[in-house]
T-cell receptor, first 114, second 115 residues
Framework: AQSVTQLGSHVSVSEGALVLLRCNYSSSVPPYLFWYVQYPNQGLQLLLKYTSAATLVKGINGFEAEFKKSETSFHLTKPSAHMSDAAEYFCAVTPNQAGTALIFGKGTTLSVSS | NAGVMQNPRHLVRRRGQEARLRCSPMKGHSHVYWYRQLPEEGLKFMVYLQKENIIDESGMPKERFSAEFPKEGPSILRIQQVVRGDSAAYFC?????????????FGEGSWLTVV
C-alpha cells in the first residue's frame, strides 16, 4: 500500500525567504511523485512530477523538488517566496503502473507575509 | 486546468435530494477520475473510469453514490438522497491513460452544499 505524509499543515514564511514543504512517502514499488498547488476555490494545478528520469525535478513558478530514496522524501523548495505563492500544496504518489489513481497527502497551507 | 470542464461549479441541495455533477475530460483523454475534498482534508480518490467502464471504484461509498462515463457525453457523478456529510468539493480529473506516471489534470471542482 502507498501513502503520503506531509509534515506541517501550515507553513509561514516572509516574502523573499526560502520555502520548504516536506513530503515523505511510503511505497512498496517504485513510485511516481507529484506536487500540486491549489489556490482558493480552484482546482489543482500540477507543479512538478518525478518519474525516475532525474532525482532533482524543476517545476513551474520556480519550484523544485528532490527525490531521495534513502529518506523516502520528496520535499518541495523555492529559493525566494513571493506573495503569489500563498496557497495549499499537495504531495501525491502513484505506483509505477499505468492509469492508477493518485494518493494525496493532507496538504500544507503556505502563508507568505510581506 | 481549464481543459477539464466541470459543472455546476456550485450546487446547493436539500437533504434527501439528488446531486448530479458533470465532467468533460480534456480532449483526447479517455480516463476520468473523481476525487472528493472534505474541509481540512486532502483529496480522497473515489472512482476511476474509462469510456463505458468502471475500472476502480474502491473509494466510492457503498450506498447512494454512483458514477458513469458513457460512450457519448460527460462523466457523471450521482449522489442520491444527499446528507449534510456529502457537502464537499468534488474534483474530476482526466489523463491520456497510457504509460505509467502520466499526468493527471484536474478540473476546477464542483462545490456541493447540502442544507
Amino acid at each position: 500500500a502507498q501513502s503520503v505524509t506531509q509534515l506541517g499543515s501550515h507553513v509561514s514564511v516572509s516574502e523573499g525567504a526560502l520555502v520548504l514543504l516536506r513530503c515523505n512517502y511510503s511505497s512498496s514499488v517504485p513510485p511516481y511523485l507529484f506536487w500540486y498547488v491549489q489556490y482558493p476555490n480552484q482546482g489543482l494545478q500540477l507543479l512538478l512530477k518525478y518519474t525516475s528520469a532525474a532525482t532533482l525535478v524543476k517545476g513551474i513558478n520556480g519550484f523544485e523538488a528532490e527525490f531521495k530514496k534513502s529518506e523516502t522524501s520528496f520535499h518541495l523548495t523555492k529559493p525566494s517566496a513571493h506573495m503569489s505563492d500563498a496557497a495549499e500544496y499537495f504531495c501525491a504518489v502513484t505506483p509505477n503502473q499505468a492509469g492508477t489513481a493518485l494518493i494525496f497527502g493532507k496538504g500544507t497551507t503556505l502563508s507568505v507575509s510581506s | 486546468n481549464a481543459g477539464v470542464m466541470q459543472n455546476p461549479r456550485h450546487l446547493v441541495r436539500r437533504r434527501g435530494q439528488e446531486a448530479r455533477l458533470r465532467c468533460s475530460p480534456m480532449k483526447g483523454h479517455s480516463h476520468v477520475y473523481w476525487y472528493r475534498q472534505l474541509p481540512e482534508e486532502g483529496l480522497k480518490f473515489m472512482v476511476y473510469l474509462q469510456k463505458e467502464n468502471i475500472i476502480d471504484e474502491s473509494g466510492m461509498p457503498k450506498e447512494r453514490f454512483s458514477a458513469e462515463f458513457p460512450k457519448e457525453g460527460p462523466s457523471i457523478l450521482r449522489i442520491q438522497q444527499v446528507v449534510r456529510g456529502d457537502s464537499a468539493a468534488y474534483f474530476c480529473a482526466s489523463s491520456p491513460g497510457t504509460g505509467a506516471g502520466n499526468t493527471i489534470y484536474f478540473g476546477e471542482g464542483s462545490w456541493l452544499t447540502v442544507v
